[in-house]
């Protein structure tokens, strides 16, 4: 992909990535983060929790806008992303890369539970609203490490704060590739991530958990679709029954806990 074709939706969940490190804020002392790896992993129902994967899709009014509308739209995804960040439900998002599915444009994970909140927040969305996206809501369990997201983009941001200008023509430095990994059968995909060496490489990850779902979703510290895709079939695990898609998202990602790395 080159830098210069670094799509739009890219700059607006990442600014938008930006805004919930800044405002969320939780602790990792278990002491004073009740909601905590550490804090609940003996209580009954153990460290792992119900969230949102919201899948936004290209909407069926995305050709017809102007370059005006098109801008404003973005603008209120934004405000949109930043409410959502503030009310600490926002944890993770990002563009797709050249996606299987070429309606894909990108994923928000959602600290809820239900799909008809999700629903109604994503229905505030001006680009929802104005059919620019359509958004799809798979139900997921994750581990509530990814609640520290905002504390991760935060650190990062403030290590940055004394860096030299970024390059305008390329991404921003903060923000880098990843590949995502989508399987409808999550004990296939753990053993074949296994056997190839992958487990090590996982980012976070998070199993479906809609009636009748065994797929999950798992994210990959890779540059690239050719890079996972060669230490599968090198291992002889193969990718039947995986799906591969670059995604790009914020670096401060690749700090979550070792938590961030297993399904329930």
């Known amino acids: 992909m080159k830098h210069a074709m670094f799509p739009l939706i890219a700059a607006a969940l990442l600014l938008g990535l930006a805004v919930a490190g800044l405002t969320a804020c939780a602790s990792h002392n278990p002491q004073d983060d009740p909601d905590s790896f550490e804090a609940v992993k003996d209580i009954h129902g153990g460290p792992f929790t119900d969230m949102m994967l919201v899948y936004l899709k290209t909407g069926p009014n995305s050709a017809s806008q102007t370059a005006e509308e098109r801008a404003e739209h ?5 405000a ?10 926002l944890l993770i998002g990002g563009p797709f890369v050249a996606p299987r599915d070429k309606a894909w444009r990108g994923i928000f994970v959602l600290d809820t539970s239900s799909v008809q909140l999700a629903r109604l927040q994503a229905e ?3 680009a929802v609203k ?27 941001l403030a290590k940055a704060k004394d860096a030299p200008p970024p390059d305008a023509t390329k991404p921003p430095p903060n923000i880098r590739a990843y590949v ?19 487990s090590e490489k996982i980012v976070w990850c998070a199993a479906f958990s809609g009636v009748g779902d065994h797929g999950a979703v798992v994210v990959l510290d890779a540059q690239s679709v050719d890079e996972v895709k060669a230490a599968l079939e090198k291992s002889g695990a193969g990718t039947k029954g995986l799906g591969l898609d670059g995604w790009w998202s914020t670096a401060s990602l690749t700090g979550f806990e070792p938590a961030a790395r297993k399904l329930p």
């Open 74 to 78: 973005f603008k209120g995804h934004m």
């Open 124 to 126: 505030t969305d001006p």
């Open 130 to 156: 104005a059919g620019v996206f359509t958004a799809e809501y798979q139900p997921i369990k994750a581990t509530i490490a990814l609640r520290h997201s905002g504390d991760l983009e935060k650190a990062m």
């Open 80 to 89: 949109n992303m930043k409410r959502l960040a503030d009310a600490g439900v």
């Open 180 to 198: 995502m990994v989508t399987a409808a059968d999550a004990e296939a995909a753990k053993s074949a991530l296994a056997r190839s060496g992958l």
